[in-house]
């Protein structure tokens, strides 16, 4: 019986890049042949409990974008990417039927469900090694000042004065050098297409303001353009709570959410920005914000499942509504707040929303109408195409008054609209003049 070849496996989850990518540069440290895995999972394209699809056509397709452009850049360095519409368990224990695989690299993940699939995948590969890694941090977990998780604070102030104070953010991981040709293995792939995941395709929206596509080329292309070409970014803070157009924010979020891009690497970036034109606050805030990111995945480390949970990491009792006509009124604009049905309709017809719009629709569905805070956070996670489930549901909870907001605000939607919408431009933009 003829033995079979040693590779060695870097399993894509939400890393889906070759720069700064901790798995991939200690797989190719190796001698063994490096092979990429991605897989579709099709449980992420199911109806959840909440009556919405898992994963929504706007998410899926910048998704299938991404991991296209993932498999062009690993092949750019003779490294084949294998994709399948199937689940990581079944995919892995095929390959190994071919192939010894020695070691699987992987980014690690702590959510439930996330962490049942690679218990799956471990099952299944039971003489293969793995190593994990936390590479979707700014601070590193070996670096932030708590000697364990549960020493995480629960006001973010304190969190970030003390990381700032006491951690370094790690040096960017370089690309991997090109590997030799041979090691191109011959395995076939095949990318789905939304139909293949049961999804419509679509046209982008023309008033969208996210109209970009998923992958590392882009989110570099869309670094340059903000920090360099426009020099946007020192005027970020200032306009960061804009509603209407491409450059009111960074818009970083859905490539971050994918791994197209790292916080490590925009770090940088910013660090350098801010040595050749200009430091300021607007500089710093972005940083701030990618210190936000970090500090929800914290939380949901240090509070596990309890980030999914009605009570949340506060265990309060409310007397939470789950209203069928609620639902439907909410997630179609036709509450009787303008400004939350121009978001609304924002997200259902482009998978975006903008920072300020997603907290007021929040607090008007879970503090207007006191409706259960998870089916909001279950349709963001359907819809939004920068769905990260720790900011998601991290941010949910905050804003329902079960998280990490130490004042409980209530957000007074007219007051806000007046604020941000003065002129009532965002609000035509969504619901036509007829409706507004």
């Known amino acids: 019986m003829q033995k079979k070849q040693d590779i060695n496996v870097v399993w894509f989850r939400n890393d889906l890049r070759t720069r700064d990518q901790k798995s991939l540069q200690d797989a190719c440290q190796q001698k063994e042949p490096v092979v990429g895995v991605y897989c579709f999972d099709p449980k992420h394209y199911e109806t959840t409990k909440y009556g919405f699809k898992k994963t929504e056509k706007y998410r899926a397709k910048f998704l299938i974008e991404s991991v296209t452009q993932l498999s062009t850049n690993l092949k750019n360095l003779n490294i084949t990417l294998q994709v399948e519409h199937d689940e990581p368990a079944n995919v892995l224990k095929q390959l190994a039927e071919k192939y010894s695989i020695k070691t699987v690299f992987f980014q690690t993940e702590w959510t439930k469900e996330e962490k049942q699939v690679e218990l799956e995948v471990k099952s299944v590969l039971t003489e293969t090694n793995f190593i994990d890694n936390y590479n979707q941090f700014l601070f590193h977990p070996d670096d932030v000042p708590y000697d364990n998780f549960s020493q995480i604070p629960e006001v973010y102030t304190n969190f970030r004065k003390k990381c700032e104070k006491q951690s370094e953010v790690r040096d960017e991981i370089p690309l991997p050098e090109k590997r030799p040709e041979e090691n191109l293995l011959d395995i076939k792939t095949e990318i789905p297409s939304l139909t293949d995941l049961g999804l419509e395709e679509f046209e982008m929206d023309e008033r969208s303001a996210f109209p970009f596509q998923g992958g590392e080329n882009e989110a570099w292309e869309r670094l340059q353009h903000y920090f360099w070409d426009t020099k946007k970014l020192q005027y970020y803070k200032k306009t960061r709570n804009g509603l209407l157009g491409q450059d009111y924010s960074s818009k970083f979020s859905a490539w971050l959410a994918n791994g197209c891009i790292s916080a490590v690497s925009i770090y940088h970036e910013v660090k350098k920005f801010e040595k050749e034109i200009k430091k300021n606050q607007d500089t710093y805030w972005l940083i701030f914000e990618l210190i936000w990111r970090d500090y929800f995945k914290y939380v949901s480390l240090k509070h596990g499942n309890k980030i999914f949970q009605l009570e949340g990491i506060t265990d309060k009792n409310y007397d ?25 309709i924002e997200i259902r017809e482009t998978g975006f929303m903008s920072n300020r719009g997603r907290q007021n629709v929040n607090s008007y569905w879970a503090k207007e109408w006191k409706q259960d805070w998870r089916i909001g956070a279950a349709y963001f996670e359907s819809m939004l195409v920068d769905y990260d489930v720790h900011s998601n549901w991290g941010n949910w909870m905050y804003n329902s008054g079960v998280g990490n907001d130490p004042r409980d605000r209530k957000f007074n939607i007219k007051g806000q609209a007046e604020r941000y919408d003065s002129n009532g431009k965002y609000q035509r933009t969504w619901l036509q003049d007829s409706l507004f």
């Open 320 to 344: 939470w509504g789950n209203s069928s006509k609620a639902i439907n009124q909410w997630i179609n604009g036709n509450t009787p707040e303008s400004f939350v049905n121009a978001n609304m």
